[in-house]
């Protein structure tokens, strides 16, 4: 992408609006734009940010055998009535009026849609386990809408509904649930905490969320500082072996890490003191097994091998798609911008053309800017009549893991200039080994 073609409207001046780092910086970015309380546009460079999330979300989500589908953000109340949550729900529900006076509500989540589709489709156990998914935009009518993306009114989720025929088979997805999130959390270069939490409107006796650390966070978080150092990396999980998945989870949620809803002081300080930590955290998702809650209320039922009819064994799990922007920003940035992990970053790679218009820095760019290209990689190439204070500026706002700076004096020795985002260092070298070094 060349950036005097591209939409980048970078604010040079702090919004007084934003409370924290992440919201300031994708407004300084050029990355949203409010239109209302707690909605957004999404442009260009927060866009594609948005669309990586998406992808590594739909990737791990496949690598746990779980499908997607798409359901409509728009949903007809009277199924919110067959499980009672129409009355409960409150003040977050954004309920609507069609022409015909239907009432219709702007989904804040999906419990019953997806059991309306499974009772409708589904009756045999012969057709379990079976996990849904989709990544849908939201509406919660949030008391306080703030801090940008990561408290919004309208915000991408992703949800995923499992089905499955006894209490063993749904406890095994939702602890397929909890490592696949793992790994998709990893990938996005967070080290988000599994933590027992309480159940709240949905229900149900089992649940974690996952936890980035950050001062900015809203939730009070109380954990041994070792269970910070805990990884998954790129180990091989086989997903339909129950006690392997049960064995990763066992691991992660062994250490004490506890949200304020669930914290036990007493457990707590049988933790050495040193490990003993009180902090804040971003909820940037959450699992929830919930039986048979929603399946008894709305009649979605499976036959047995037996031959008896029972209530299908259900439970959801969310992933804060949108929020997470929000959460890597915090977690990954210094008084310049943002830092984007490798997983997730807009644009591998940005180039700046120190002399615009000067034929063979022009030529050299161009070069570079293909033999990223021929690699796959899609470079943002700054190549505006600017001066070369201003495009490290952006591109240190804009974060993008690399830059590589080319110049008529670096070009009469044969380098051009390759520096990392992260570490601020810079090396000179050829322009064919700084596209090597590029992954
Ligand atoms: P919170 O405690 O922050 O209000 P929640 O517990 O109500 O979140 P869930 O119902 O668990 O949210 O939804 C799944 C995920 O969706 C959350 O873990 C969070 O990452 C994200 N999410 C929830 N509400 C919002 C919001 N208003 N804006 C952005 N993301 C949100
Ligand atoms: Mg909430
Ligand atoms: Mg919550
Ligand atoms: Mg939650």
């Not at 397929?176 to 998709?184: A, K, N």
């Not at 109380?222 to 998945?245: P, S």
């Not at 003993?276 to 909820?283: A, D, L, N, P, Q």
């Not at 380098?415 to 985002?421: A, F, G, H, N």
Request: net charge negative.
């Amino acid at each position: 992408m060349r950036l005097s073609r591209y939409f980048l409207p970078v604010l040079k001046e702090n919004p007084a609006e934003a409370q924290i780092v992440s919201h300031r910086y994708m407004l300084r970015a050029g990355m949203i734009k409010q239109q209302a309380a707690g909605i957004y546009s999404w442009l260009p460079l927060g866009y594609r940010v948005l669309r990586r999330i998406e992808q590594i979300v739909h990737e791990e989500q496949a690598r746990a055998g779980h499908i997607p589908l798409l359901m409509p953000t728009l949903q007809p109340a009277d199924l919110w009535r067959e499980s009672g949550r129409y009355d409960d729900y409150g003040q977050e529900m954004l309920r609507i009026k069609d022409r015909h006076e239907r009432d219709m509500l702007y989904g804040p989540t999906n419990e019953e849609m997806i059991t309306d589709i499974f009772r409708s489709h589904v009756g045999s156990y012969k057709d379990l386990p079976l996990t849904l998914y989709h990544i849908q935009w939201k509406f919660r009518d949030e008391m306080r809408p703030r801090f940008g993306v990561m408290r919004g009114r309208e915000f991408l989720m992703k949800d995923g509904y499992n089905f499955d025929l006894d209490k063993d088979a749904a406890l095994h997805a939702y602890n397929r649930h909890m490592v696949s999130y793992l790994r998709t959390y990893e990938r996005m270069g967070l080290t988000a905490i599994p933590m027992r939490a309480a159940s709240g409107p949905i229900g149900g006796d089992n649940t974690h969320e996952f936890l980035v650390l950050a001062s900015t966070g809203e939730s009070e978080v109380f954990y041994d500082a070792a269970v910070t150092e805990l990884k998954l990396g790129d180990r091989e999980v086989d997903f339909d072996n129950r006690d392997e998945v049960a064995g990763i989870c066992q691991e992660f949620t062994t250490l004490y890490a506890r949200t304020d809803e669930t914290h036990d002081a007493a457990l707590f300080d049988q933790i050495p003191e040193d490990r003993r930590k009180v902090g804040r955290g971003i909820e940037v998702g959450q699992i929830f097994y919930f039986g048979t809650k929603y399946s008894e209320a709305m009649g979605a039922t499976v036959v047995t091998p037996e031959g008896t009819k029972v209530p299908v064994e259900m439970g959801s799990h969310g992933i804060g798609v949108s929020r997470l922007l929000g959460a890597i920003i915090e977690a990954s940035h210094d008084d310049k911008g943002i830092i984007w992990p490798e997983g997730v970053t807009p644009f591998p790679v940005g180039i700046v053309n120190l002399k615009q218009g000067d034929a063979s820095t022009d030529l050299a760019c161009e070069g570079l800017y293909k033999a990223l290209a021929a690699k796959g990689l899609e470079a943002l190439y700054d190549d505006r009549e600017e001066r070369a204070g201003a495009k490290f500026a952006t591109m240190d706002l804009i974060g993008l893991p690399w830059r590589i700076t080319v110049g008529p004096r670096g070009l009469a020795n044969g380098v051009v200039e390759l520096t990392s985002r992260r570490t601020g260092e810079s090396e000179e070298m050829s322009a064919e080994a700084a596209v090597d070094r590029i992954v």
